[in-house]
Nanobody, 119 residues
Framework: QVQLVESGGGLVQPGGSLRLSCAASGSIFSINAMGWYRQAPGKQRELVATITSRGSTNYADSVKGRFTISRDNAKNTVYLQMNSLKPEDTAVYYC?????????????WGQGTQVTVSS
């Protein structure tokens, strides 16, 4: 079974840090782009950061300079290092990846991990 499994969410005080991880598992021949999205209560899901298979990155303006996306291709894993967290970063964070399954790439989502920034 092909899936993305996230970990690393939790409760953190403003100004703190968290690191999210997302590992792809199953019969995958390759992974193309990977990324993180988030959805706050009452809001639409929004892009946080993406990274291509070659390591090119893209960030939402709201997280530039505070968040860093990276990947370990040997482990089929993408990370999101979040520093200087703010209450407005509170959301469910979802991993997304284009996974090579069978003969083509398919879009997969993780189950989501809650990040709460509060004092």
């Amino acid at each position: 079974q092909v899936q993305l499994v996230e970990s690393g969410g939790g409760l953190v005080q403003p100004g703190g840090s968290l690191r999210l991880s997302c590992a792809a598992s199953g019969s995958i021949f390759s992974i193309n782009a990977m990324g993180w999205y988030r959805q706050a209560p009452g809001k639409q899901r929004e892009l946080v950061a993406t990274i291509t298979s070659r390591g090119s990155t893209n960030y939402a303006d709201s997280v530039k300079g505070r968040f860093t996306i990276s990947r370990d291709n040997a482990k089929n894993t993408v990370y999101l290092q979040m520093n200087s967290l703010k209450p407005e970063d509170t959301a469910v964070y979802y991993c997304n990846a284009a996974l090579g399954v069978g003969l083509r790439y398919e879009n997969y989502w993780g189950q989501g991990t809650q990040v709460t920034v509060s004092s």
